[in-house]
């Protein structure tokens, strides 16, 4: 995810995410606004998690 971060490409990817992990889509988001700000991504990243949790937890990055 961070090598898409940082040259604006597209990742597929599904991983497994803990209890612990909730705060994941909150720190890529934050990651990208860091890095491209007002400019915005011209990357696309899809993370589809696995879990046993049954919390639902989300972030949006919007334009």
Known sequence: VSHAIENEKEVHKTT???????????RIAGVITKR????????????????????LFACFLIP
């Not at 497994?16 to 909150?26: E, F, H, M, S």
């Open 16 to 26: 497994k995410i803990y209890n612990t992990d909730q705060a994941v889509c909150g």
């Open 36 to 55: 491209y700000g007002d400019i915005g991504f011209a990357g696309q990243i899809n993370i589809r998690f696995i879990s046993d949790v049954g919390k």
